[in-house]
């Protein structure tokens, strides 16, 4: 068997790779300097472009709630009259696995339960009102926002991969915008570099926000102590799991951890539900689902412009943080998303990715924070850390099981499993993506480079944690973000030129069709008709030739006598009369 050909695209790994080894290295061996210049770097990030990360996404939501509904939805992501490669249920479960797992679980009970605590700035009213606000607040941050930015560049990657049989890349997504040899060339390159720092920088947050919650629930069960070297400790064994699910591949270990992780995240939620007050998380569910979908327009749009320093920070903690973390995971999610949706339509694929994911979130949230806010609202104090008088988002969730009857520690054990997994099908998934842009598209990487890799995401969310924690890991997020973002943008003006040029050529098809069947029809109605009538009037000449002519009678005759056929024969019909008296020449 002949050795396999090397597909590795040498000016986009070693750049990639090389920086954020470099950034690797720097966080561990000057640990004091790095955390600096991240914390510098985020004010200057949030005081200039806070506004931007806020118009840019609002822009994404209308952009895709657009499109989804708009005439290019009929068009097929592949070759036309072609079926989907995943069954719609599994499509969900690797879409929602690979999207914002880890994030789900962390901040599931943490974050309805801060902004009741401690809300944004601005917000006033009575407990009810803040605890309604605090929901309306968190479905903002994981809601449709978030899936828009996914749906914007999976589709522009699924519409270049599939329909129109590129490699599977980032650059290739902007080829109607900027030309094939400008694709081809170094701002090709450069557009690779920046979605692999990207991507790789938004899957290690994730990974540092899952071992934070699972050190901090190991201590809960009283097996080790939370401590940065656990935290150490649970990366490399975690980031060791991943690294053989990567080599797997897609059909097996990513695909078989995505469906046995929503599994395993259904039944979690469907026993707290049970456990906890099913009728009151069903009613506020449906009451905040309201709130948000009622304020969702100023929300959208609030910067805390007249909130002065207080809403700046709250704004970098919050939804800055998770436009910037979205967007920076905007590459691997839509890489993977577009690898798995072949043969879906535009308007199954927005419309799917959209609304599913939005509508599974929004019930995660009812059923862990609303039960957290319940609880907190009857006995306050009871979901606040003890030292701090806090909230602490790495055990809320904890704290919350041993408030429900039968619950705790087992609870507990599952919610770890889950991080684990989550923890994995992002790693893996996040190696497989980025490993296919550093190998020029190709959809089956070299095993090597995908272990390379999976240990260098583990080793940024090492970094980053003992670098600063959890302050470090949103730094992060916010900064690679911002370049990124352009070519967000690049790639909405570029998909959107390639549908309406389609379109425009579908109608244009469509037209020539139906003038073409016109004429057919005019032709064939024309033929017929002249057919007819010739045939008629030759059968009536044939009639009158052999003399089969009808017996004329007076009602027939003209006024003089003549009748009608016989003045309708004509001339020849004269010829033959007997010559009369003024033709008579004997005499």
């Given at each position: 068997m002949p050795p396999r050909r090397s597909t590795l695209a040498p000016a986009v790994f070693y750049p990639a790779g090389g920086l954020i080894l470099v950034f690797v290295l720097l966080g561990i061996f000057a640990t004091d300097a790095t955390a600096e210049v991240m914390s510098t770097l985020q004010s200057k990030v949030i005081n200039g472009f806070g506004w931007y990360y806020v118009l840019i996404v609002a822009a994404f939501v209308i952009f895709a709630i657009y499109v989804g509904l708009s005439r290019f939805g009929d068009i097929t992501l592949g070759k036309d009259e072609e079926t989907?490669?995943?069954?719609?249920?599994?499509?969900?479960?690797?879409?929602?696995?690979?999207?914002?797992?880890?994030?789900?679980?962390?901040?599931g009970v943490a974050e309805p339960l801060w902004h009741y605590t401690d809300p944004k700035p601005g917000v006033t009213g009575d407990d009810a009102s803040i605890a309604g606000q605090a929901m309306g607040q968190t479905y903002l941050h994981w809601g449709v926002h978030a899936w828009a930015i996914y749906v914007v560049i999976g589709l522009a990657l699924a519409y270049a991969i599939h329909r129109k049989g590129r490699p599977v890349s980032i650059r290739w997504a902007l080829e109607p915008l900027l030309g094939e040899e400008r694709v081809k060339g170094w701002l090709g390159n450069v557009i690779d570099v920046l979605a692999i720092f990207g991507t790789v920088f938004g899957v290690a947050t994730s990974l540092g926000l899952g071992v934070l919650q699972l050190s901090a629930g190991l201590e809960y069960l009283g097996v080790a102590e939370s401590t940065v070297a656990l935290q150490m400790g649970l990366i490399a064994a975690i980031t060791a799991v991943a690294a053989l699910s990567v080599a797997s591949g897609l059909e097996r270990g990513i695909k078989w951890l995505s469906n046995g992780n929503m599994m395993l995240a259904g039944a979690l939620v469907v026993t707290v539900l049970i456990m906890g007050s099913s009728l009151y998380v069903m009613r506020e569910w449906v009451q905040s689902l309201g709130f948000y979908l009622q304020n969702v327009m100023q929300m959208t749009f609030d910067t805390l412009a007249f909130q002065g320093a207080d809403g700046l920070a709250w704004e970098s903690s919050w939804t800055i943080f998770y436009w910037g973390w979205w967007i920076s995971w905007a590459p691997f999610v839509g890489l993977f998303i577009a690898r798995i949706s072949r043969?879906?339509?535009?308007?199954?694929?927005?419309?799917?990715?959209l609304i599913v994911p939005m509508l599974v979130t929004t019930v995660w949230f009812s059923v862990f924070g609303g039960t957290a806010l319940r609880q907190e609202m009857m006995e306050p104090g009871s979901m606040l850390d003890a030292e701090t008088g806090a909230v602490n988002s790495d055990t809320a969730?904890?704290?919350l099981f041993e408030t429900l009857p039968g619950g705790g520690a087992w609870l507990a054990v599952i919610a770890m499993i889950l991080v684990v997994v989550f923890f994995v099908t992002s790693s893996d998934s996040g190696s497989f993506v980025v490993d296919m842009l550093a190998n020029g598209g190709d959809q089956n990487p070299p095993l090597w480079s995908r272990l390379f890799w999976a240990i260098l995401e583990g080793g940024v969310a090492a970094a980053l944690l003992y670098a600063g924690g959890l302050a470090t890991l949103q730094t992060a997020s916010i900064l690679t973000a911002l370049p990124f973002s352009v070519v967000l943008v690049a790639m909405a003006v570029s998909v959107w030129k390639a549908l309406d040029a389609e379109h425009k050529a579908i109608v244009r098809t469509e037209r020539r069709l139906r003038r073409r069947e016109f004429k057919q029809e005019v032709t064939e109605h024309v033929t017929e008709h002249v057919t007819e009538h010739v045939t008629e009037h030759v059968n009536t000449q044939l009639s009158e030739m052999t003399g089969q002519i009808p017996v004329v009678t007076d009602a027939d005759s003209d006024g003089n006598g003549t009748s009608v056929a016989a003045r309708r024969r004509g001339p020849r019909n004269w010829r033959r009369r007997a010559p009369g008296p003024e033709t008579d020449t004997s005499g």
């Open positions: 989907p490669d995943f069954k719609l249920p599994v499509w969900f479960a690797m879409l929602f696995a690979t999207g914002m797992g880890i994030g789900l679980v962390y901040y043969g879906r339509t535009v308007r199954e694929f927005v419309l799917g990715t969730m904890f704290q």
